[in-house]
């Protein structure tokens, strides 16, 4: 069975400066894909990136970039530049490849709330 | 693109009534949806996929008579809660993704909070 541990329960980050959320998964499979995702308060989920177990490049998108190290399986989201909009829940998740009954079913970690000071 | 939708975003009801909370996926077409259960600052949890045509497909330990799940269309799945009791109280979240590859990016629905007196 896939795990996602994020050891983070809080994170505390000063305005401008780069914050990293670690992230650790266990799977047998070898095709897979990590997302992260940001939850506000308000409750919804926000998809902020994604990488494919066979991507050899890093994932990045804007101020997001994900570390990937697979020999590790780790995962962790850096954010580069944090604004006080970036405090929130931020969730590690997997999904498993190969269709059958696993076809998009996510696992998530436990969580990290960021808390970005001005 | 890629947005989902949920009805009601928040919900208030008597012990031993039944609610029904929308999924709907607004720009494009989800063969599958999924719905997920999360307490006050804790994860999310898979309660079940919902397949459109068939029948849904429960995680273990999710009762699928408590949980009613309806995948009506391509774009709408509904999950009603018969006879809710307060420990049913929870935010539900449902997902749905446009693509077809098994690790395509899963788009979320708003949540919708319930309430169980």
């Known amino acids: 069975a896939q795990k996602i541990t994020q050891t983070q329960p809080g994170m505390f980050v000063q305005e401008k400066e780069a914050v990293t959320l670690d992230c650790t998964y266990d799977?047998?499979?070898?095709?897979?894909?990590l997302f992260w995702y940001k939850q506000p308060s308000s409750g919804e989920m926000i998809f902020l990136i994604y990488?494919?177990?066979?991507?050899?490049q890093n994932a990045t998108e804007g101020r997001y970039s994900l570390n990937f190290q697979k020999a590790r399986k780790s995962a962790n989201l850096v954010i580069s530049a944090s604004q006080l909009g970036d405090s929130a829940m931020y969730f590690c998740?997997?999904?498993?490849?190969?269709?059958?009954?696993?076809?998009?079913?996510?696992?998530f970690g436990q969580g990290t709330i960021l808390t970005v000071h001005p | 693109g890629a947005v989902v939708s949920q009805h009601p975003s928040w919900v208030i009801c008597k012990s031993g009534t039944s609610v029904k909370i929308e999924c709907r996926s607004l720009?494009?077409?989800?063969?599958?949806m999924f719905w997920y259960r999360q307490f006050p600052k804790q994860s999310l949890m898979l309660m079940a996929t919902?397949?459109?045509?068939?029948?849904?497909?429960?995680e273990q330990g999710v009762e699928k008579d408590k949980f009613l799940i309806n995948h009506a269309s391509l774009t709408l799945s509904t999950l009603t809660v018969t006879s809710a009791h307060p420990e049913d109280s929870s935010f539900y979240i449902c997902?749905?993704?446009?693509?077809?590859?098994?690790?395509?990016?899963?788009?979320f629905g708003p949540g919708t909070r319930l309430t169980v007196l």
């Open positions: 799977t047998s499979d070898q095709s897979y894909g």
């Open positions: 998740a997997m999904s498993l490849g190969a269709g059958g009954t696993s076809y998009g079913k996510l696992t």
């Open positions: 720009d494009f077409q989800a063969t599958t």
């Open positions: 919902s397949n459109e045509g068939s029948k849904a497909t429960y």
């Open positions: 997902s749905a993704s446009p693509g077809t590859s098994d690790t395509d990016t899963q788009y």
């Open positions: 990488q494919g177990s066979y991507d050899e």
